[in-house]
């Protein structure tokens, strides 16, 4: 079974906070992506990465960054948090399309609430 | 630009009646990708079809279908006979070419769907 896992269900930060969330997934998938979902919104990709040390942006990369030092992990990070951040954050796994994979694997999910 | 349109916030419906649920996308690539997603009220998203841009064969799937037309640019999804635990947040997304041969996606706003007993 592909396990998608997130450091934390629910977090707590103040503005201004430097905030990492963390993503690991255990079936040696090339790509990873970073989402936020809110409400009527749907799911908004931040950013994703198609190798190790490889990242692109998605439509919303403002405010964050993202770190790839391994196949199996991938951070994003809130370098200074604001109140507009509070959202949920998905993480999730794919194999490249084009090799067959078509299943992407997400993440239970981060709650980040920024005060 | 990729975009994809799902105009219906929110359905309701009684068991044991059929629904659709609309996607409309927009690309400019002859090569994409088009995929349903469900959340139920867990919250995990959950993969439930693929299509590539050059197979616009209908597929059924027990009680799912899904009509695939690229003359209108539409990937809709109807389920037959609905129960209460199809009751969940369905996605479209369309998954078009980036960087290093690799896609990316963009995702609908999303349907609630609420099927009551």
């Known amino acids: 079974d592909v396990k998608v896992t997130q450091s934390s269900r629910y977090l707590v930060k103040r503005t201004g906070e430097k905030v990492f969330l963390e993503c690991v997934q255990d079936m040696d998938h090339e790509n990873m992506f970073w989402y936020r979902q809110d409400p009527g919104l749907g799911l908004r990709l931040i950013y994703f990465s198609y190798d190790v040390k490889m990242k692109e942006k998605g439509d919303i990369p403002e405010g964050y960054s993202v770190s790839r030092e391994k196949k199996e992990r991938f951070s994003l990070i809130l370098e200074s948090a604001s109140t507009n951040q509070t959202s949920m954050y998905l993480c999730?796994?794919?194999?490249?399309?084009?090799?067959?994979?078509?299943?992407?694997?997400f993440g239970p999910g981060t709650r980040l609430t920024v005060l | 630009a990729q975009k994809v349109t799902q105009a219906q916030t929110e359905i309701s419906v009684v068991e044991k009646e059929d629904v659709t649920l609309d996607c409309v996308y927009e690309t400019r690539d002859t090569t994409y990708y088009l995929f349903w997603y469900k959340q139920p009220p867990s919250g995990e998203l959950v993969f439930l079809i693929r299509r590539n841009s050059f197979d616009e064969q209908n597929e059924i799937s027990g009680r799912y279908s899904w009509n695939f037309q690229k003359s209108t640019s539409s990937f809709n999804f109807t389920i037959t006979a609905s129960q209460v635990v199809d009751s969940a947040v369905y996605f479209c997304?369309?998954?078009?070419?980036?960087?290093?041969?690799?896609?990316?996606?963009?995702f609908g706003r999303g349907t609630s769907l609420i099927v009551h007993p």
């Open positions: 997304a369309l998954w078009g070419p980036a960087s290093g041969g690799s896609y990316i996606p963009t």
């Open positions: 999730a796994s794919s194999l490249p399309l084009a090799g067959g994979g078509d299943t992407q694997y």
